[in-house]
Structure formats: structure tokens, C-alpha cells
């Protein structure tokens, strides 16, 4: 077996762990402290819209030797306006020039002929409208709110309220994350943008879901022992599915840092950013928030709820107790003492998988 696959079993198994719940203040911190630079950078910088929400032209030429950054500089200075100047595969260029209407247009593509010493019913101009732009933005915005409420309704329902509520927060902070990440390195928002953010949603759920329906089951029944908290019991849900977000998260990211790094940086498909920096971002965003966000904001809210506060006074006591007697800890950190047996046989199912080793009950003398 594997380095990892070996880690991985320990921490499904309970064998190790990371006290990710305990220290969440610490993740707390540095959440709040990446999404306050983020929303500065929103409000200082703002988004860098596309062509598809400002309006404007997109003109394509035919094979050209003209530098990028001459032509560029050219466009600029026929249109009054910031371009962006792409190479084509075939040779040519891919000129962007926003805030242009038709008249303008026309005067920038004759120019635009001129200096590149092409024949102009060659270089190929389309427009594109605000509207168009401004509709897609709105039918965005509409279809997240709808996907929002489904949400926090399903989780609420398949899980519970405390749930729903701290899967929203967490999807709340992917989603400014990575539009914070976007204003701050002036990559164009282009609708490939707003469907990979939509996109990175939905993985994000779904990294917290698996978290949740592990703390779900472990946490069945929880009332009726008294050697976990329900903080400890989450804490043991991310352990055990912590290498499965690793893997999954991995897998995910490879291709898309390929588009991003790779097809956009190092090949020049600038058209590729677009889309696959939200996916970068929001996949490792999510997968973080799943972990060190979601999974502690439920044990918070659920340690208000009187029977946790009951349950965690009693652990506590309990601990006490063994302390003051010398006894072997009987809490979440002597995991590997001997003595694991629990108050009520269904506990069990408390604290998810057993060891092998030291829990056969039926084989004792």
C-alpha cells in the first residue's frame, strides 16, 4: 500500500488524526482574513468585464508577420480604447476592441487594414451588443439564487438546518474568493467565467456533503455516550474522509491548472483563462472550505443545541473523574489505549469505524 493510501486508512480507521475543529478560530482567521483581501480587491480594482458585457468588436485577420504588441498598440490607438490582441493558430489575429458601436467599428477595421498591410474585406468584424451581456449577468444571478434556496432546502431536509446554514456560508465564501481573485489579477470576466463559477459550486457542495453524511452517521445516537463531544465526533468525520477530498481534489485540479498554466500561459490560449481560473481557484477553494470551514461551523452551532452542552459537560466530567484517579484518559486523544469499550453497545456506530485489533468483544474470555 502506498505512503497516502497507508495515511488514509489510519485516519478512516481513527488511528490518527488532525485536530482540524479544535484550532478552527486559526482557519477561522485565515478565511476571514483572504476574503476581507479579496473584497478590497473587488472594491479597489473591480472586475475586468468582456467584450460580452461592455460591448464592442472582436475583429479577425488574416495571417499576419505584425507583431502582437505592435498591432496592440496600433488598435489602441485608432479606437480610443483598451484591445486585446490574441494569435490565431493559423496565423492571424484575434483584435478586441470594446466600447466600439458600428460607425466606429467600420473607421477602426480600415485602419486597421492599413497597418497591417492586409486587403480589408478580409479582416473578418463582429459586434457585440451590452444587452447581450447584461442578460446573460442576469439569468446568472437568477439561476444562483434559485440554486442557493434548493440548496439550503435539500440540506436542510436530507441533513438539518445547522447544515444547510454553514454549507451556504462556505459556498458564499468560495464564490467571493474567487471573484476577489479575479479583480485582483485583472483577468477578464467573460460568461466562460460565470459558468465555471457555477461550476465550482456545485463541486464545492458536494466536497461538503461527503463530510456531512459521514458526520451524520457518526454522530447517530451520540447522546447516549459519553466519551466524544459532537465537536470531536465532526473532527473524526473530516479525518475520514480527508484523503478521499485530497484524491478527488487532485484528480480535479490537474486538468484544469493544465488549461490554466499550460494551454493559457504557456501556449498563449489566452481564451482559456477565462473559464479555468475560476474552476482553479473555486475547486481548491472549495475543497479547503470543506474542511476547514464547513465541517467546524456545524460542531459550533450544533455545541449551542442544550443536549450537546449537556453531552460535552458530561465527557468532561467524565474525564475529570479519570484524571483525578489516575486512570487512562478515556477522551478523544488515547485513542490507542486499550480500554475503547463503550457505555452502550449501539455507541458503536458513534464514532464510525472500529479497530480491529482490540474490539472483538465476542472474542474475550
Known sequence: MSRLGNIGARLYRGEVGYDFVGKRKFWYGISIL???????????????FGIEFKGGAVFTTP?????????????????GHDAIVQKLGNGG???????????????VKTDLAAGLNVPEQEINADLVGPSW????ANKAWTGLGIFMVLVVIYLAIAFEWRMAIAALIALVHDLTITVGVYALVGFEVTPGTVIGLLTILGYSLYDTVVVFDSLKESSKDITKQTRWTYSEVANRSINATLVRSINTTAVALMPVAGLLFIGGGFLGAGMLNDISLSLFVG???????????????????????????????????????????????????????????????????????????????????
Open 133 to 136: 451581456g447584461e442578460q446573460i
Open 283 to 365: 475547486l481548491a477553494a472549495g475543497a479547503y472550505s470543506s474542511i476547514f470551514i464547513a465541517t467546524p461551523l456545524v460542531a459550533d452551532l450544533k455545541e449551542l443545541d442544550p443536549q450537546m452542552k449537556a453531552l460535552k459537560k458530561r465527557v468532561l466530567a467524565k474525564r475529570a473523574a479519570a484524571d483525578a484517579k489516575g486512570e487512562p484518559e478515556t477522551g478523544f486523544a488515547a485513542e490507542d489505549a486499550e480500554s475503547l469499550d463503550m457505555e452502550h453497545e449501539d455507541v458503536a456506530a458513534v464514532v464510525g469505524q472500529r479497530r480491529s485489533g482490540a474490539r472483538g468483544r465476542g472474542k474475550r474470555r
Open 63 to 79: 495571417k499576419t508577420s505584425v507583431s502582437v504588441a505592435h498591432v496592440q498598440e496600433a488598435a489602441e490607438r485608432v479606437s
Open 34 to 48: 483572504i476574503t476581507i483581501t479579496a473584497a478590497l480587491g473587488l472594491a479597489i480594482q473591480g472586475l475586468n
Open 93 to 107: 489575429l484575434r483584435i478586441q476592441v470594446s466600447g466600439l458601436d458600428t460607425k466606429k467599428a467600420n473607421a
